[in-house]
């Protein structure tokens, strides 16, 4: 074996294309590699003024002189002559060999005179490029790259001749036996190279593409994207190097963020970083600061945080505070301590909830970050712990997300403990769901006097949830359903601004960030006065999963169930409706998504009754009143098909309600229905368990937790429990039910 060093200096004198369509002729003709003195040769040919065509004519002849080694020979047929082009060029032999057909195909162009055995050759190789991305034949074209690239690196990169022709023959065309359309690794690996951080053609590599910086304690660093040409070889190190006027300071790292330590604080320091590899160092990347400070002392900020409307770019941060005044803004970045992004400070008035977006995130990442409080008053100011969140999911990727039944704050004596709350939702936190929803009746007004009632008391209920939504919503965006009990209806509507309607959606839309239609959401774009969009029916794609969620009480001109004040319910159930407009919205929603899995999430069916697949098939929903006898086509003239049988078309994987109090796991039609319990009610009781004739059933109190992966959808039921009420069998956190989707 011999190294050619004088390649190096020759292929920069040819073109690109005309050294592939080099090596491509050693493939074709002899399905091996070239050799460097070889290609030395060639590109002497091409430069004194031979074409690749005539170069291909003086293959053929070279490749009788080793008949044995090659297959060539004076009285070869143009028949074999083609199967040895669709040997080496497009890999077809034994089982994919061409038929009898496809050879005379070509054999009918070479004696016609249409086509020489070099043009062929080319014709060939052209067709073989064609298959890229082919779901039978992409393999052909990969195949080809393939040995191309273990071509360049043979007798390129690397320089290698053996000491004859025959070895060259022999020993290249066994190496080119080992490469497949998938790997070339075994072909590497014979050729025996043991330095993988030698080669010829090796130049400066480029400067890494910084995209922030962070800055800490005596310390900071850089987040940077890879080069976009590391000069041929594998990329050994990165070095981030900062000055602040005669103070030098480095350090290496091998990947994005590069830190550096020892910086002093207070100090500016403007930094670059390069890229090293065997050969070079690449010049510096764009200059960058990098301010090192003390860690300012925790804060106390008595306010939460409840996170929503996650998207792969976005999140936003909805901050409250019942007492304190200031201002507050978010660092976050990619890694604990490392915040390379900061929102905007905004001001911050007690009682009042203030929205903060964190932008420029990638998707499939986790975030770190904290809040930055200033009072006043500048008693409690500083940041708060580090929380942290996930940015939206890839298909492919595999999640947690978690959901509760109604919780009902308002019935403290009956149906809701406030330590057993924070349990359960400190439980759901150790589990870090990606995301949490809750299905409604979490923010009832129906206690409060309707002769007194008012803004301020409607928006108390939302304020009431604010310190519990926090345990859960500063790591995972919360996710609200309208539920009866909120009133957040249009039977409520009375053409002003002085109802309980928009009282109601206003204190929740600005306590809790709900998705509002874009390219990442999907729903409701009604403007109602006094409102604006209501946020009350939407749609995202998570991972392998579609989620979607529906509102039956703002599209319906009756009371669905309650009446505020305590009025008579209404007599007719078709009165109820989800409303044409969100039923072709829920149509699209659920025909146009390619999701393996689809979620479908109300308060309840119809969003009132009690029972699940035993409601099923009534009113909009099922298509038949309450004898049994069908209506649909006649009540519900642009509706194509009715809510559940439009769930089985487009294979629904789980509908999830909340309302009756108990969880029950039911199925109907392929269609999951999961009825979910409460996650406050100190009794443990199996509400409304009559309602149910089918299906498993099990008491509050607990959550349910949803694993999604792209094998399939596991559903557990988890139980929680005080501290005093633990005992055999009834452990806080533990899974009771659990039941898989494929």
Known sequence: MSVNLTIAALVPTVSGADIDNLVELYIAFF???PDSDGMAYWIGELKSGKTIPQIADSFYSAGALFPELTGYSSTLSSADFVRIIYKNVLGRTGSTAPSIEEIQYWVNDLTSGRQTKSSLVASMLASAKTFAGDANFGWVA?????KVKMGRYAALEQGVSYLNSTDNISRFSTISALISSSDITQAIDSFNVKDANFNLLATVPAAPQVISTFSNNNGGGVYFNAPTNSGGLSILNYTIKCNAGTENLSSVGSTSPISINGLSNGKSYTCQVYTNTA??????????TINPAAEVALGNFSGNIVLGSPTDTSIKANIFSTSQTGTVSIRYGRNPGQYEKQTERVNLSANTPVELILTGLNADTRYFYRLDFQASNNIGSGPTIEYSFQSARSPGQAFTFALQGDSHPEREKSQFDSALYTRTLQTVAADKPDFYLLLGDDFSVDTLDPKTINATKVTERYTIQRPYL???????PVFLVNGNHEQAARFNLNGTPENIAVWAQNARNSHYSQPAPDYFYSGNKEIVPFIGLLRNYYAWTWGDALFVVIDPYWASPVAVDNVFGGDPKRTNMWDVTHG????????ETLEKSKSKYKFVFAHHVMGTGRGGVELAGLWEWGGKNAKGVSEFAALRPKWNLPIHQLMVANKVTIFF???????????????????LSEPADPNYALWNSDAYLTGERFPSTGYTRVRVEPTGVKVEYVRTYLPKDEGPGKVNGTPVFSYTIP
């Open 31 to 33: 399905n091996r590699l």
């Open 142 to 146: 990969q195949l080809l790259n393939n």
């Open 580 to 587: 044409d407009e969100q039923y072709l919205w829920l149509k």
């Open 657 to 675: 309600q909340g309302h009756d109090h108990i969880w029950v796991h039911q199925q109907l039609d392929g269609v999951t229905y999961q009825s």
């Open 279 to 288: 050969f070079a160092s690449s010049n510096a990347s764009t200059n960058v």
């Open 470 to 476: 926090g345990l859960i919503g500063t790591s995972s």
